[in-house]
């Protein structure tokens, strides 16, 4: 009986405890407040939370498509003097550095025995003219043979030859300038004993000048003639401007690269042969192009996709792009000008999510 009293005992301490250290929370009971059911989930007809974003209305946008290229400054016309007949160097005619016009003598070659040949030609030749003319008389009479008189006349006209060789060969020993530009320095002195193809010097012309440069074979259908390019040199600020004028007819096989030249005006000698220039090419296409922030762009296994607002809801859509400056993507398919482009919390976004545009 005392054990069953016992249990008994503790039962009723267990319950008055209950009652009064933990009393019952009744919503119907006098004096408590209800309290409000939530409205998240599903039940009760509740929806999730629209998650606020940016956007981009998507617009025809100028495609900016800039090449940038290393070139070399490459002299206008250059040429390497040098003397074409074996001679003494009598005159020398140039200073280094200095600018000589086009059919300045630069330099003479002793021609004194030349000049002694071409006398005895034009002696030769006066003689020959009178036998001619006194043939040409006694043949109108009959009182020699036409042959005998054709003997003469061509003696007469190889005089007239041998005098045009003479005279070729002055002109060699002659050196002048085949178009306008600066001398170069000098590597002979006056006196010297020149051998045919002996360097004098070198001109060169520097205005106009050209610039070389390379791009990759995959711009070589945007290069037209007559296209302007932006010049720049190390430590000038200025923008200088060329226009392309060749265009080499085969793409290096080796590097992939389309060999492309310019002509620059360059009146205050800016530009020296040999020089680094950097050249900048606008192959800018129609101004009909969708471009877009590149932020808006998300990687996906198939390809690319964006999120656009439609209804209030984000909805993805693949597109495919193009072109790409340093804060913008060109899209060449999947979206039109108009669009809503979604462009913050799209690492949030699934598709159909409500979207609330801030």
Not at 10 to 19: E, M, Q, S, Y
Not at 144 to 173: F, H, M, P, V
Not at 218 to 247: C, E, F, H, M, W
Not at 298 to 320: I, S, Y
Request: proline share 5%.
């Amino acid at each position: 009986m005392r054990p069953l009293l016992l249990i008994a005992g503790i039962i009723v301490l267990l319950v008055v405890g209950k009652l009064f250290l933990f009393p019952k929370s009744d919503a119907n009971s006098p004096g408590t407040a209800a309290k409000p059911k939530s409205n998240t989930g599903s039940g009760g007809g509740g929806g999730a939370a629209a998650i606020p974003v940016n956007v981009y209305l998507a617009r025809m946008e100028t495609v900016e498509n800039l090449v940038y290229a290393s070139g070399t400054v490459v002299p206008n016309e250059e040429v390497e003097l040098k003397a074409e007949m074996a001679g003494k160097l009598i005159k020398l005619d140039i200073r280094e550095g200095s600018r000589v016009t086009k059919g300045q003598l630069i330099a003479k070659i002793n021609d004194r025995d030349l000049r002694a040949q071409l006398t005895k030609l034009e002696y030769n030749e006066e003689l020959a003219k009178q036998i001619e003319t006194r043939q040409k008389k006694l043949l109108d009479i009959e009182a020699i043979s036409r042959e005998e008189y054709e003997i003469t006349a061509n003696n007469y006209r190889t005089i007239g030859a041998d005098k045009e060789l003479i005279y070729s060969q002055l002109e060699r020993t002659e050196i002048r300038a085949p178009f306008s530009g600066t001398i170069g320095l000098k590597n002979v002195s006056e006196g010297a004993y020149m051998a045919p193809g002996t360097s004098l010097a070198t001109l060169v012309q520097t205005n106009p000048i050209k610039i070389d440069f390379t791009i990759p074979e995959k711009y070589s259908q945007s290069i037209r003639l007559g296209n302007t390019v932006k010049l720049n040199l190390d430590g000038d600020p200025t923008n200088y401007s060329a226009r392309i004028v060749a265009v080499d007819p085969k793409v290096d096989e080796n590097l992939r690269t389309l060999r492309i030249r310019a002509l620059a005006q360059n009146p205050s000698g800016r530009f020296v042969p040999g020089m680094f220039v950097k050249v900048q090419i606008d192959l800018t296409g129609s101004g009909g192009s969708i471009m877009i922030p590149t932020e808006a762009i998300v990687p996906v296994l198939k390809g690319k996709k964006v999120f656009v607002v439609k209804n209030g809801k984000a909805q993805e859509t693949m597109v495919t792009t193009g072109l790409r400056t340093d804060q913008k993507v060109q899209i060449t398919d999947g979206l039109r000008a108009g669009d809503s482009l979604i462009v913050s919390g799209i690492m949030a976004l699934k598709p159909n999510s409500p979207v609330k545009v801030n």
